[in-house]
């Protein structure tokens, strides 16, 4: 597995990018906070898109939307973002995001990672 740090200035365009690849793909959104520890917030939900909300630095966050039918919908935002990593298998597969915010660092992790060209059509 590898890591890359997304400059900050990159991540609208890595999120649109991200969003547009990975649509449809079930997804595990883990929490890890400090005083209580890691907490499961959604369990292989489909991806629906990550983007940044910013209206100035000050109120920025990043926006997690997962579903599992219309009305059983998760979205979970990240205040005040200070990282994001992607990380990927041996393969270049995407396998998760990974995002520290102000309070807790946010999991979004994929249940069968492959690379996205090699389902482009299918899903």
């Known amino acids: 597995m590898s890591t890359q740090e997304i400059p900050r200035n990159q991540w609208n365009t890595f999120f649109d990018s991200f969003s547009r690849q990975h649509e449809g793909w ?3 959104l ?3 906070n400090m005083d209580l520890g ?3 917030e959604a369990n ?3 991806f629906e898109g ?3 909300n910013s209206d100035t630095d000050e109120s920025e966050a990043i926006v997690i939307n997962l579903a599992k039918t219309p009305v059983d919908h998760v979205t979970h935002m990240i205040d005040h973002p200070k990282h994001v990593w992607l990380e990927r298998t041996d393969e270049g597969a995407d396998a998760s995001i990974e ?3 102000k309070a807790e660092k ?3 992790r994929f249940r069968s990672p492959i690379r996205p060209e090699l389902v482009d059509g299918i899903v």
């Open 26 to 28: 079930l997804a595990t």
């Open 30 to 32: 883990e929490l890890l």
């Open 38 to 40: 890691a907490q499961e």
């Open 44 to 46: 292989e939900l489909s």
């Open 50 to 52: 990550i983007s940044l």
């Open 99 to 101: 995002i520290e915010g």
């Open 106 to 108: 946010t999991l979004l």
